[in-house]
């Protein structure tokens, strides 16, 4: 049973859920965003698996997930990105914020998220139980395809996209 730490609005936690619980719940819990990009600055992104429990087919940043109890957001990003990817880069916090989203499954996404960058130049090799598809792309086209087809992507990779990209661009190693 994978659970989230439940977190106040200062990321202060405040008791473990069941993962799908606290989604069914919408209430406030821990997570990360990692984007890694090439060196020609081009952003990995993925396909999220069909299957997942929400956002299914969905176009996302390179890894996004939870920590575990006892366990550092840089060492539950490291964890997923190995488990999602197949491959470990160093991370850089870049930024935080809360977001909340509600999904037409009655699921919600209410998440304090940690926003880290990395640099990788190799082919992934992705967990085909997480990741449908991936690629390497250019930020202003996925920037041009987010106003074209807005419902193509998460709702987390959209908000950091458009209003949390300066933060990403300035730490980002290319």
Known sequence: MEEVILVNEKDEP???????????????HRAFSVFVFNRKGELLIHQRAKDKYHCGGLWTNTCCSHP?????????????LQEEMGFVVPLEKVDEFIYKAEFENGLTEYEYDHILVGSFDEVPNPNRGEVQDWKYVSVETVLDEIKINPDKFTYWFIEIMTNRLENIIQKANY
């Open 68 to 80: 575990r109890e006892n366990e550092t957001v840089m060492e539950a990003a490291s964890r997923r």
């Open 14 to 28: 405040i008791g473990l859920m069941e993962k799908l619980q606290a989604h069914k719940q919408g209430l406030l």
